[in-house]
């Protein structure tokens, strides 16, 4: 029986999309928990992520049918329509990804997107290296006063805080953005998992598996 039922399997998924998945898996968690601790750790994982980003936006366009976002990128009201379908019980199955899938699908690419993108943005301000170096950069310092009276004036600023953050592309700014996707890529990450069992359970089909051995049941 199981090798009658791996025969009518069929391939949906192709290795750069199953690749790509579990690289981005593991580089963003590994990124996740290394930080500043492991510092060249947590850059190489941010670029294994935002090279994987950028070949799947590419891929997406130019891949495979189940691959290509024009086969799964569907509008608010059908993936609406979807959730109260398979919240009902009766979600109609896809081979490829359902719509709900699909939205997320997007929604982890630009986040991930962001978050590798403002991680770049931070390291530029805060080392002057990086992709971004030289490109964004941080705020000007302020010239050193001319006289002691100014000095006294801009320290008691300084400690006010008003010269904190740098402005427009200092440090406080891009470590703010960069926090603020990785706690939503966080949040989305949950949701696909809760998404992926519950269909897994719904449609009685090892999505997990699928995205591992590329290959789903054609029914």
Do not use: C
């Not at 993936?79 to 009766?90: E, H, I, N, T, W």
């Not at 997107?113 to 390291?123: D, K, P, V, W």
Request: aromatic share 10%; hydrophobic share 45%; glycine share 12%.
């Amino acid at each position: 029986m199981t090798d009658t039922a791996a025969k009518k399997k069929i391939r949906v998924w192709d290795p750069i999309v199953r690749i790509g998945h579990w690289v981005l898996v593991v580089g963003f968690f590994t990124a996740y928990f290394t930080g500043d601790e492991f510092f060249q750790q947590h850059l190489w994982a941010g670029y294994a992520v935002a090279a994987t980003v950028a070949i799947r936006i590419v891929w997406g366009v130019i891949g495979p049918k189940h691959a290509r976002f024009s086969s799964f990128v569907r509008s608010p009201a059908v993936v609406f329509a979807y959730l109260s379908d398979l919240v009902k019980g009766r979600g109609k199955r896809h081979i490829g990804h359902n719509p709900a899938g699909g939205a997320m699908i997007v929604a982890l690419l630009i986040s991930l997107a962001g978050t590798a993108g403002t991680g770049m943005a931070l390291y530029a301000v805060e080392d002057n290296k990086g992709p971004l170096a030289g490109i964004i950069t941080a705020a000007p310092q302020q010239a050193e006063p001319a006289y002691a009276g100014a000095r006294e004036y801009d320290d008691d600023e300084a400690e006010g805080g008003e010269h904190e953050g740098g402005g427009e592309g200092g440090e406080d700014m891009w470590e703010g953005l960069h926090s603020f996707f990785v706690y939503l890529t966080l949040a989305l990450v949950a949701l696909h998992v809760s998404g992926v069992v519950f269909s897994s359970l719904a449609h009685k089909e090892n999505l997990v598996r699928a995205m591992v051995t590329g290959r789903k049941r054609p029914e």
